[in-house]
Structure formats: structure tokens, C-alpha cells
């Protein structure tokens, strides 16, 4: 079946530091990726998305490439702030949009300290 | 974009009892989904709920404990029966189509006493 493995947190970074959340995966055929965020007393909502290899997703400075060799599809930014302060997830689903289950990691809790 | 309201969005419940957890969407969609978040864990997908047809459960979770409705299309229900300490999570009503991305509520946060 699909598994979704990312980086257990939780992860404290000061302001402006650079950002790495890693992500792999396991799936059959091709599946579409997704990072979701989690901010403090909010629903999930969708950060950005990737649905083919080499694709990139990018959205709010955050960005993630869909690496097929690597089964991977880490998380980056590159001067993070406080407001970035959430629980971000990595998922795949086997179509592009939102007509399909979504396989989940187990969050990763970020903190920005000013 | 779709708007999603869950209720209620706390409970605390005695085991043994059932709790019926509410999902309504502001736009018909396609699909509708019911996830659970254990403490510590990933989200996991319960059950796909079908509008007019009984819901699709994934393995290890059944119908008779997540009894799941959907009378049309913006609305579901999924009660979560007999319950037990084990059961306490955060259930998560998922909307989408084809067109969208996946949409969620906010989520039910149950403890089971």
C-alpha cells in the first residue's frame, strides 16, 4: 500500500533560518503530492502541490520538488518567519485533485522563535 | 474554494455510548471523506462517504463501529459507536472533485472517558 514518511518534530528554528522538512514516500505508479499546513486553531489547508516528476510546487516562499529517483518531496523555505509556526503535512493521493483519498505522514510541528 | 462546518467540534463522551459527528459543505461536491487523527499520529482515512449508496471503508475500519451517511450532496454524517477510551482522536470531514483539492473541516476533537 502507500506510506508517506516525513520528519518527526517537533523542529525550532530561529527567524530567517533556512527550512528543510523531508518527505519520502512509497506508492505504485505515479502519485500526486501534497504538503498541507496546519496553523494554531485552523483547519488543514493545502500549501502546495506537485502531480508529476521534476514538477515543483511552490506557494507563501515555500517550496517542494516531486523527485521520482528519491521518492521524495521535501519541504523548503529559505528565511522562514514566526508566522510559519504550524504542523505541516506531507501526503500523495493517486489523482491530481481532491477526488481521492489522501495518504498522510505524521505531521511535523514547526517552530519559529523571533 | 469550500467552506466546510463540522460539529461539534469537542465532545467528551462516556464509553459505551455513540456520538454522531456532522459535515456540511457550502457547494455540492463529488467526493466527501471522513478521516481520524490519534493522538500522535497521521491522519488516516476512515471511510469515502457516498451520496445515496452505503459508505467504502478502508481496511480496519467498519460499519457497524463508523456507521457514515450522506443523504445529498453537501452533507454527511459518521458516529462513532460503542465507544471506548481508544476511540478518542480527532475526526475530519474531507471534501473535493476531480477539479479541486481536498478541503477540510476543522475537525471533532472526541474524548472518550
Known amino acids: 500500500g502507500n506510506s508517506v514518511t516525513q520528519m518527526e518534530g517537533p523542529v525550532t528554528l530561529s527567524e530567517e533560518a533556512f527550512l528543510t522538512i523531508n518527505c519520502t514516500y512509497t506508492?505504485?505508479?505515479?502519485?500526486?503530492l501534497f504538503w498541507y499546513v496546519q496553523y494554531p486553531g485552523e483547519g488543514l489547508q493545502l500549501l502546495l502541490k506537485?502531480?508529476?516528476?521534476?514538477d515543483k510546487g511552490s506557494n507563501k516562499g515555500f517550496e517542494a520538488t516531486y523527485r521520482k529517483e528519491t521518492t521524495s518531496f521535501h519541504l523548503e523555505k529559505g528565511s522562514v518567519q514566526v508566522s510559519d509556526s504550524a504542523v505541516y503535512f506531507c501526503?500523495?493521493?493517486?489523482?491530481?485533485?481532491?477526488?481521492?483519498?489522501?495518504?498522510f505522514g505524521k505531521g511535523t510541528h514547526l517552530i519559529i522563535q523571533p | 474554494s469550500a467552506v466546510i462546518s463540522q460539529k461539534p467540534s469537542r465532545d467528551i463522551c462516556q464509553r459505551g455510548t455513540s456520538l454522531t459527528i456532522q459535515c456540511q459543505v457550502d457547494?455540492?461536491?463529488?467526493?466527501m471523506f471522513w478521516y481520524r487523527q490519534q493522538p500522535g499520529q497521521s491522519l488516516t482515512l476512515i471511510a469515502t462517504?457516498?451520496?445515496?449508496?452505503?459508505?467504502?471503508?478502508e481496511s480496519g475500519f467498519v460499519i457497524d463501529k463508523f456507521p457514515i451517511s450522506r443523504p445529498n450532496l453537501t452533507f454527511s454524517t459518521l458516529t462513532v459507536s460503542n465507544m471506548s477510551p481508544e476511540d478518542s482522536s480527532i475526526y475530519l470531514c474531507?471534501?473535493?472533485?476531480?477539479?479541486?483539492?481536498?478541503?477540510f473541516g476543522q475537525g471533532t476533537r472526541l474524548t472518550v472517558v
Open positions: 457547494s455540492q461536491v463529488t467526493m
Open positions: 501526503a500523495l493521493s493517486e489523482t491530481g485533485g481532491g477526488a481521492d483519498g489522501l495518504t
Open positions: 506508492a505504485t505508479g505515479y502519485p500526486s
Open positions: 462517504a457516498n451520496q445515496g449508496s452505503e459508505a467504502t471503508y
Open positions: 474531507s471534501v473535493g472533485t476531480d477539479n479541486t483539492e481536498a478541503f
Open positions: 506537485a502531480t508529476k516528476a521534476d
